[in-house]
């Protein structure tokens, strides 16, 4: 099976930088996509970034900017680099991977979740 490790949270201060890293390991054809989703206390899940194989990112507004989405193809991880950041980008970070099985069929995969926690 597909299974997404994710790394790099923590504490940090307003204005400080972290950097979050995923990789998928398993047995899989291909990465399609990954990226990065957030949860708040109270709140519901939300896209924070999400890029493609080939590299095509996609933001949302509150980060643009601030955020910077990368992949590492040759070692199916994702990097979210998070700079500037302020105490509402605190929340669980959860990975995403859409994968393409050895069966011909698209699956997505979350991982365990990482705690970001921004606060002085």
């Known amino acids: 099976q597909v299974q997404l490790v994710e790394s790099g949270g923590g504490l940090v201060q307003p204005g400080g930088s972290l950097r979050l890293s995923c990789a998928a390991s398993?047995?899989?054809?291909?990465?399609?996509?990954m990226g990065w989703y957030r949860q708040a206390p109270g709140k519901q899940r939300e896209l924070v970034a999400d890029?493609?194989?080939?590299?095509?990112?996609n933001y949302a507004d509150s980060v643009k900017g601030r955020f910077t989405i990368s992949i590492d193809n040759a070692k199916n991880t994702v990097y979210l680099q998070m700079n500037s950041l302020k105490p509402e980008d605190t929340a669980v970070y959860y990975c995403n991977a859409n994968i393409l099985g050895f069966g011909s069929y698209n699956s997505d995969y979350w991982g365990p979740g990482t705690q970001v926690t921004v606060s002085s």
């Open positions: 398993g047995n899989f054809f291909r990465i399609n996509a």
């Open positions: 890029i493609t194989s080939g590299g095509g990112a």
